[in-house]
T-cell receptor, first 113, second 117 residues
Framework: GNSVTQMEGPVTLSEEAFLTINCTYT??????LFWYVQYPGEGLQLLLK?????DKGSNKGFEATYRKETTSFHLEKGSVQVSDSAVYFC????????????FGSGTRLSIRP | GAVVSQHPSRVICKSGTSVKIECRSL??????MFWYRQFPKQSLMLMAT?????????EQGVEKDKFLINHASLTLSTLTVTSAHPEDSSFYIC?????????????FGPGTRLTVL
């Protein structure tokens, strides 16, 4: 079936470190891929998305490239800040014409000053 | 951008009472809204898909008589937790589709934290 697997957390980094959060997916057809961020006590916010192979989504210094050959959508940021501390969810939707989103389990990121 | 609101943001109720949570799309019409439940430190679990003017579609294992969903207009969906019990305590999040199939993006509300005593 369709699924999303992302690296388990928590991930703890120092400020200005390089960040990678791995995400791979299994899906039929050509899904859209997303990264959502959830700050403490809040709902989800769309961070970035990509709708077709080789598309790169980017926002707030974060990037992720839709790799169909490796079925991956890894999230990267060159220099993280304390304010990036949150839970990050990889997700997919749009498979087989459906609109339901399937979320990964989430990765908690903590940035030390 | 597309904004989705939820009301209330927090609610505490006694066991056996019913609680209604509202989800509104503020600057767009949403033909489809979704309701999720999130347990502490876990991912979101889709509870149901709500289409304006029709009955909601519930995911397997979700009790439709306990979680009543009404999507009465293109900007409002409500979730009513009937006869709430402590195990219903959770973070409930709604999302809405903009109706533009080319964007295929759900916009999420800020969530409602329900605590049942």
């Amino acid at each position: 079936g369709n699924s999303v697997t992302q690296m388990e957390g928590p991930v703890t980094l120092s400020e200005e470190a390089f960040l990678t959060i791995n995400c791979t997916y299994t899906a039929t057809g050509y899904p859209s891929l997303f990264w959502y961020v959830q700050y403490p006590g809040e709902g989800l916010q769309l961070l970035l998305k990509a709708t077709k192979a080789d598309d790169k989504g980017s926002n707030k210094g974060f990037e992720a490239t839709y790799r169909k050959e490796t079925t991956s959508f890894h999230l990267e940021k060159g220099s993280v800040q304390v304010s990036d501390s949150a839970v990050y969810f990889c997700a997919l939707s749009g498979f087989a014409g459906a609109s339901k989103i399937i979320f990964g389990s989430g990765t908690r990121l903590s940035i030390r000053p | 951008g597309a904004v989705v609101s939820q009301h209330p943001s927090r609610v505490i109720c006694k066991s056996g009472t019913s609680v209604k949570i509202e989800c509104r799309s503020l600057d767009f019409q949403a033909t489809t809204m979704f309701w999720y439940r999130q347990f502490p430190k876990q991912s979101l679990m889709l509870m149901a898909t709500s289409n304006e003017g029709s009955k909601a579609t519930y995911e397997q294992g979700v009790e439709k008589d306990k979680f009543l969903i009404n999507h009465a207009s293109l900007t409002l969906s409500t979730l009513t937790v009937t006869s709430a019990h402590p195990e219903d305590s959770s973070f409930y999040i709604c999302s809405a589709l903009t109706g533009d199939p080319s964007t295929d993006t759900q916009y999420f509300g800020p969530g409602t934290r329900l605590t049942v005593l």
